[in-house]
T-cell receptor, first 113, second 112 residues
Framework: NAGVTQTPKFQVLKTGQSMTLQCAQD?????MSWYRQDPGMGLRLIHY???????DQGEVPNGYNVSRSTTEDFPLRLLSAAPSQTSVYFC????????????FGPGTRLLVL | GQQVMQIPQYQHVQEGEDFTTYCNSS?????IQWYKQRPGGHPVFLIQ?????EVKKQKRLTFQFGEAKKNSSLHITATQTTDVGTYFC????????????FGDGTTLTVKP
C-alpha cells in the first residue's frame, strides 16, 4: 500500500491564481480530510468527507473547495490564491468508526506571492 | 467552540531528562489520539486512548487518559535526541461525526 499520497510536494502561486492539490489513498478509508499547518502552529481542519459524494466544512473552509467523487481521491481546490493561504497542506484518511488510526500524507508546501 | 488546548507550547530538555505534555478539552472526548511530527515531516500516529483512566506505554512513552475523558498526557522518560519533534493530541468529539480537532502541539528539543 502506498498509503496517502499528495501532489505536488511544492508549489508557488501568484495571487489570484487557482490550483488543485491532489490527495489519494489506497486503504479504502471512508473518512478523508484536509488540514493546513502554519509555521509553529497546529493543524486546522479545512474540509472533510465521510464518503464519496459527501463533504463538509471544517474550521477554516473559506477560499477552498473540495469534492469526493470516489473513495480514493479527495482534491482540494484553491479558487483564487491569496498570500494568507501560504501554508503546508496535509491530507489525511482513516476508517469511519472514529476509533481508528489517521494516516497523513507527506504534505504540500504552498507559497502564494 | 470546541477546543483542545495543549501545554506547554515549547519544552527544552537536556538529554536524559523527562518530558511531559498535557492536553485539555472543553468537552468530553470519545477518544484521544497522539501524534508526533518530526521537523519538516508529517504527523505520525502514536497511540489512541479510549477508556476513562486508561494508561498505555510504548517503551519510554506513557500515555494517560483522564477519568473524565477531558484531559490526557504524554510522558517521555529519559529523553533521547530521537525524541525531538512536535507532539500533538487530537480528539474527535462525541457530538460530531468523528472530526479530529488538534491541539497546537508541544515542540520538544533535546540538548545532547
Amino acid at each position: 500500500n502506498a498509503g496517502v499520497t499528495q501532489t505536488p510536494k511544492f508549489q508557488v502561486l501568484k495571487t489570484g491564481q487557482s490550483m488543485t492539490l491532489q490527495c489519494a489513498q489506497d486503504m479504502n478509508h471512508e473518512y478523508m480530510s484536509w488540514y493546513r499547518q502554519d509555521p509553529g502552529m497546529g493543524l486546522r481542519l479545512i474540509h472533510y468527507s465521510v464518503g464519496a459524494g459527501i463533504t463538509d466544512q471544517g474550521e477554516v473552509p473559506n477560499g477552498y473547495n473540495v469534492s469526493r467523487s470516489t473513495t480514493e481521491d479527495f482534491p482540494l481546490r484553491l479558487l483564487s490564491a491569496a498570500p494568507s493561504q501560504t501554508s503546508v497542506y496535509f491530507c489525511a484518511s482513516r476508517g469511519l468508526s472514529g476509533q481508528e488510526t489517521q494516516y497523513f500524507g507527506p504534505g504540500t508546501r504552498l507559497l502564494v506571492l | 467552540g470546541q477546543q483542545v488546548m495543549q501545554i506547554p507550547q515549547y519544552q527544552h530538555v537536556q538529554e536524559g531528562e523527562d518530558f511531559t505534555t498535557y492536553c485539555n478539552s472543553s468537552t468530553t472526548l470519545s477518544n484521544i489520539q497522539w501524534y508526533k511530527q518530526r521537523p519538516g515531516g508529517h504527523p505520525v500516529f502514536l497511540i489512541q486512548l479510549v477508556k476513562s483512566g486508561e494508561v498505555k506505554k510504548q517503551k519510554r512513552l506513557t500515555f494517560q487518559f483522564g477519568e473524565a475523558k477531558k484531559n490526557s498526557s504524554l510522558h517521555i522518560t529519559a529523553t533521547q535526541t530521537t525524541d525531538v519533534g512536535t507532539y500533538f493530541c487530537a480528539g474527535p468529539y462525541n457530538t460530531n461525526a468523528g472530526k479530529s480537532t488538534f491541539g497546537d502541539g508541544t515542540t520538544l528539543t533535546v540538548k545532547p
